[in-house]
């Protein structure tokens, strides 16, 4: 029969144990609704470089290299094979704004949780692509109700397509996503903004392989695509919302000649989606 003080040590381990299950299951991956956009760290790998590959694996394709110390922005984790490095062992891998991976195992930053990366697309085949990138269409289905550089709007560098809210968007065209940000002027983006805050609110750009740079403006959420990723046109990348400078549920949308997309390479998105044989009321 055990003794008082044997009775209390093994209450002593259960309750250590517990901790411990407890203790792993904060680190589980959050879902993309209860994470933070992005985190900053830093590299530390002990004065060695640091492999950026294209997959979330050290045997995939190096996309580069990162020195000891250098600043990354992580928009999302994924699993992958288990690496132990300088800070920590780990299966997770970070997924960085320019598309790339690096093992979590040699990555200071805090302990904030992040979204899931999506599964990575197949890359299209050559045919593929160039038939796929000839295609354009209509972000969402919606009447223009506010048109490009109209006199009482001359720094409107797009078209509004007004829409109700969690309206689908989707991609103009086949192309790499860009960029994913917030931009407003106060507040946040997960609000709806107004004439008194400036900026696009949550916005997605795309560019193709000619060079033609597109812009979703005013949506919901954060944008369900990533920095890197490669889309087609018709696939959803978020939401309509009404974030930034906006009195109400709609996608601004912008064309641009090249990127980075500035008002200087501005086209008429209008004009352009109709040369492109795309319908707009």
Same mark, same amino acid.
């Given at each position: 029969?055990?003794?008082?003080? $044997? ?21 589980? &991956?959050?879902?993309?609704?209860e ?21 979330a694996k &050290? ?13 990354v922005?992580?928009v ?6 288990? !690496?132990t ?28 949780k ?9 890359s ?11 295609a354009?269409v ?6 223009? $109700?506010s048109?490009?550089? &109209? ?14 809210k969690?309206t ?43 060079? !033609?740079t597109t ?7 954060r ?19 009404s ?13 641009h ?7 200087? $390479? ?12 795309v319908p707009?009321?």
């Amino acid at each position: 029969m055990p003794t008082k003080r $044997n009775r209390r040590r093994a209450s002593a381990v259960a309750i250590a144990g517990l901790g411990l299950l407890v203790g792993g299951l904060a680190t589980v &991956t959050a879902s993309p609704a209860e994470a933070a956009s992005s985190v900053s760290g830093s590299v530390s790998t002990g004065g060695l470089v640091l492999n950026v590959r294209k997959a979330a694996k &050290t045997g995939a394709q190096r996309a580069g290299t990162l020195q000891e110390g250098a600043k990354v922005t992580i928009v999302c984790q994924t699993k992958g094979n288990r !690496v132990t490095g300088t800070v920590r062992s780990t299966d997770l891998w970070d997924r960085l704004t320019d598309g790339g991976y690096v093992s979590d195992a040699y990555i200071k930053r805090p302990a904030t949780k992040l979204p899931v990366c999506d599964p990575p697309r197949p890359s299209p085949s050559r045919s593929t692509e160039s038939a796929a990138g000839a295609a354009w269409v209509l972000p969402v289905p919606a009447a223009m $109700n506010s048109a490009f550089r &109209t006199p009482q709007r001359p720094t409107h560098h797009g078209m509004d397509l007004a829409a109700a809210k969690e309206t689908p968007v989707r991609a103009a065209h086949t192309g790499v996503v860009m960029r994913v940000l917030c931009q407003v002027s106060i507040g946040t983006c997960d609000t709806d903004g107004g004439l008194t805050v400036g900026g696009c609110g949550w916005f997605a750009e795309i560019r193709d392989a000619d060079g !033609v740079t597109t812009r979703y403006c005013h949506l919901v959420r954060r944008p369900s695509v990533v920095p890197g990723q490669t889309v087609r046109a018709g696939d959803v990348i978020g939401q309509v919302g009404s974030s930034g400078h906006s009195t109400g549920p709609h996608l601004h949308f912008e064309v641009h000649t090249a990127f980075p997309a500035t008002p200087e $390479n501005a086209v008429d998105p209008f004009l352009f989606l109709k040369e492109k044989g795309v319908p707009v009321r």
